[in-house]
């Protein structure tokens, strides 16, 4: 007599591991598609070309001993730009660059300068929540840098 024989379980094994292999890779393509973190700053390849002109910049910034505040005032944002003493800096140009709900969308700001030092924009009515900027003063080859978080 015969022993039985016991199934080739290699069939089976390869097309579980197939199935699997399938299965991960339209997991992984939906994930790419749906879940991944959108890009915040689309001038990212320019920024990055100038990285040390701007860190020159921000040095330059820092040993002024610029300091600033922001305040927000129903609808429009004030800048307050001093310097070491004390004094308001004033002559500089600014933007605020305000990231909405979605990351595509950019909302750009110049700031004007309402008295020496102090720098304000007015927000569109439509914002509303919390909104992410960036603002930006510069004066004379020095260049102030923040991020922000504004509760509207």
């Known amino acids: 007599m015969t022993a039985a024989s016991s199934p080739n379980r290699w069939p089976l094994l390869l097309v579980t591991l197939g199935a ?3 299965l991960f890779s339209a997991w992984s393509a939906y994930r790419a598609v749906n879940g991944g973190s959108a890009v915040s ?24 001993g610029w300091s600033l505040t ?4 129903g609808r429009q944002i004030e800048i307050r730009l001093a310097d070491r003493a004390g004094l308001p800096v004033g002559a500089c140009r600014g933007e605020l660059e305000l990231f ?6 950019l909302l750009l700001l110049p700031l004007a300068e309402s008295s020496p030092g102090l720098y304000t924009a007015t927000i569109a ?9 960036r603002l930006r003063l510069s004066r004379d080859g020095a260049r102030i840098d923040r991020r922000l978080l504004f509760n509207l």
């Open 100 to 105: 909405a709900s979605r990351p595509e969308t």
């Open 41 to 64: 700053d689309r001038n990212y390849y320019s920024h990055g070309l100038r990285y040390n002109h701007t860190r020159v910049e921000q040095k330059a910034a820092e040993s002024l």
């Open 20 to 22: 699997l292999f399938l």
């Open 125 to 133: 009515p439509e914002l509303r929540g919390e909104v992410s900027a």
């Open 70 to 73: 922001a305040e927000v005032r």
